[in-house]
């Protein structure tokens, strides 16, 4: 078996990396710190975020980030940019795509039921950052694209969102909604009419002439959609592809990094690097139980309560390894990289760049 490449490596190989895990491990400064590490490279760089939060703008040190890549400048070889998904923009270019004409698009943009669907639809979000990523990888020059995930559990759902677009088209209901508007069989339109006739009672009969005046504007643009969706999906898993899971060394949200490795796994997506943040140090290679013993043998004296101090971050340094253990070998080969407690918060381009020694420093031991 090939030795993995280093995180240093394959930031150079990478033209798309997926940093995922649960929230509050330090994820959205890892991607920063990525898309930082591109740029040092000279690699024209991306960093986009699903996080509706101001962390990656925090992080960057900037006022705020729009739907569309706006370049930091620095003291570095490539290009960096950075920017926040905006679903319903996103969904709006996606259609505007799709349409026959300007008039089709004008159509749907302007219909209240498109509105609502492109801003509060479940799994909406996840479809349009697939969409943007996609956008940014085939459609723009850049040659590393950083990805962001939202800080939740459901952070790896964009990976099904290609799927259930394709199964969204595919059902029976979405084919019997169109159907009125393609004249077919008059068995289907009889039963549509029966049941949106029920659907009515409930939303009320104008929810459901938005909704029928949508799908009538919307014939002709699956086919652009299915195919786009099957697109995603591939690039999703090419070997270009890197998805780098982000942890810190707490046992509940080693577990939580161990769930979404099961999750990428299930998905014939194989873990790339683990990034752990904020491990506590080790001072030496005195175990716990050896400081704890010449503590007392100075029981008394500054010595002895330095051997203390020695043997509490040692306890608490080999605890974190043991948590640890399951995980590495559950992403194994990935190279592991272990980034220590900082002395302040992450919040510009000065900060990264200490995170990024620390980080490439001892991925690249």
């Known amino acids: 078996?090939?030795?993995?490449?280093?995180?240093?490596?394959?930031?150079?190989?990478?033209?798309?990396?997926?940093?995922?895990?649960?929230?509050?491990?330090g994820k959205t400064t890892t991607a920063a710190v990525l898309a930082l590490e591109g740029a040092r490279q000279g690699r024209r760089t991306v960093v986009v975020t699903i996080d509706p939060a101001k962390r990656l703008a925090d992080a960057l040190g900037l006022e705020g980030l729009s739907d569309t890549p706006s370049e930091i400048t620095g003291d570095w070889p490539g290009?960096?940019?950075?920017?926040?998904l905006d679903t319903k923009?996103?969904?709006?270019?996606?259609?505007?795509?799709?349409?026959?004409?300007?008039?089709?698009?004008?159509?749907?943009?302007?219909?209240?039921?498109?509105?609502?669907?492109?801003?509060?639809?479940?799994?909406?979000?996840?479809?349009?950052?697939?969409?943007?990523?996609?956008?940014?990888?085939?459609?723009?020059?850049?040659?590393?694209v950083v990805v962001d995930?939202?800080?939740?559990?459901?952070?790896?759902?964009?990976?099904?969102?290609?799927?259930?677009?394709?199964?969204?088209?595919?059902h029976r209901l979405f084919r019997l909604l169109m159907a009125p508007t393609r004249g077919i069989v008059k068995a289907l339109n009889v039963a549509a009419q029966a049941f949106l006739h029920t659907v009515s009672k409930v939303v009320g009969g104008e929810a459901i002439d938005d909704a029928m005046t949508f799908f009538h504007a919307f014939e002709g643009m699956e086919?652009?959609?299915?195919?786009?969706?099957?697109?995603?999906?591939?690039?999703?898993?090419?070997?270009?592809?890197?998805?780098?899971?982000?942890?810190?060394?707490?046992?509940?949200?080693?577990?939580?990094?161990?769930?979404?490795?099961?999750?990428?796994?299930?998905?014939?997506?194989?873990?790339?690097?683990?990034?752990?943040?904020?491990?506590?140090?080790?001072?030496?290679?005195?175990?716990?139980?050896?400081?704890?013993?010449?503590?007392?043998?100075?029981?008394?004296?500054?010595?002895?309560?330095?051997?203390?101090?020695?043997?509490?971050?040692?306890?608490?340094?080999?605890?974190?390894e043991e948590h640890l253990r399951g995980l590495a070998a559950k992403v194994a080969p990935a190279p592991v990289v272990r980034v220590p407690f900082l002395a302040t918060d992450v919040h510009d381009l000065d900060g990264l760049a200490t995170v990024g020694t620390h980080l490439f420093a001892a991925a690249d031991r």
């Open 223 to 320: 086919q652009g959609f299915r195919d786009r969706a099957a697109r995603v999906l591939e690039l999703l898993s090419h070997d270009d592809t890197a998805f780098v899971l982000v942890a810190s060394p707490r046992r509940d949200t080693v577990e939580e990094a161990g769930f979404f490795a099961e999750r990428l796994g299930e998905a014939d997506i194989a873990v790339r690097a683990l990034i752990v943040n904020r491990m506590h140090p080790r001072f030496g290679t005195e175990t716990a139980v050896a400081a704890r013993e010449r503590a007392e043998t100075f029981a008394g004296t500054d010595l002895g309560g330095l051997y203390t101090n020695l043997a509490d971050f040692a306890l608490v340094a080999s605890r974190e």
């Open 89 to 144: 923009s996103t969904f709006d270019g996606l259609i505007a795509k799709y349409a026959g004409s300007p008039e089709q698009t004008e159509a749907i943009l302007a219909n209240r039921f498109y509105r609502n669907i492109s801003s509060a639809l479940s799994g909406t979000q996840e479809y349009m950052a697939m969409e943007k990523l996609y956008e940014l990888h085939e459609e723009s020059d850049f040659d590393l």
């Open 1 to 25: 078996m090939s030795t993995p490449p280093g995180l240093t490596e394959l930031i150079a190989r990478s033209s798309i990396v997926v940093c995922t895990g649960s929230g509050g491990v």
């Open 79 to 84: 290009h960096l940019s950075a920017l926040m």
């Open 149 to 170: 995930t939202p800080p939740t559990r459901n952070a790896l759902d964009f990976l099904d969102a290609p799927r259930n677009i394709t199964r969204l088209l595919d």
